[in-house]
C-alpha cells in the first residue's frame, strides 16, 4: 500500500481551517440539494436515514463550538452532557422537520466558523477535552470538524465519494486511522490501490479494494 507505508504527512493548523471551509463547502451543497422528502431517506451508515445524519453533523458543530468556547474563556464546557445523551438528541432530530434540520445545520456551521475566527494565537494553545475524553490542544478542533463534514458528506449517499475529496487530507485522514487502528506495516501487505479507496476501507466505507480484510466503522 504504497501510499501510506513509510509516510508520515504533515497536517498544519492552516490546512485543518483550509479543509473545514472546503468540507462545509460540500456538504452544504450536499444538503441544499435534497428536498423535504430525500431527508427520510436511508444514508449510508447502517440504521441512520439523511434526518439522522444531519441532525448529527449539526450537533457536532455545537458541541466542538463548546471546546472553542472553553479555549476563548477558560471556563470548562464539554462537547457533550453524556454519551447517553449524544444519541438520544440524534435520536430526536431524525424526527425534526427537514427544514428545521437544514436550519440547524447552517446555523451551526456558521457559528462554529465565525467562534474558530475570534481565538487568538494563545487561545488555540489552550487544552480542552474531547467527547473521547481526550485532552487535545483547542488547535486540533479544526481538523475534527473538517473530518466530520468531509467523510459525512460521502455518507450522505448523494453520489459524492472518497474520490471527491482533497488527496491532502485523505492522506492526513488514512495516516490517523491507521495509527488508531494500531495496524502494522504487516496488516497492509497486499491492500493496495487508489489513495480513495484505501482513505475509504481505512473509514469502515464501501469500497472497491480486492482482497481487503473487513474493518468496523469509524467515526
Known sequence: MSVLIGTTPTRTFDDSRRWVAEGTALLTGAVDGLDSPAFDADSQLPGWTRK??????????????????????GVEKRMYASTEQRNADIEEAATRPAEELRSWYHRGAAELDAAMDRLTPEQWEHEVITAQLVTRKASDVPWMRAREVFVH?????????????????????????????????????????????VAAWLAGRPHDLVDAPTLGSWL
Open 153 to 197: 458528506a460521502v455518507d450522505l449517499g448523494v453520489g459524492i465519494t472518497f474520490a471527491d475529496l482533497p488527496d491532502d487530507f485523505l492522506l492526513a485522514l488514512a495516516d490517523e486511522i491507521r495509527t488508531k487502528r494500531g495496524l502494522a506495516d504487516d496488516d497492509l501487505l497486499g491492500v493496495e490501490g487508489p489513495l480513495p479507496e
Open 52 to 73: 439522522h445524519l444531519v441532525g448529527h453533523v449539526a450537533a457536532n458543530a455545537d458541541a466542538l463550538g463548546n471546546l472553542i468556547s472553553w479555549a476563548e474563556t
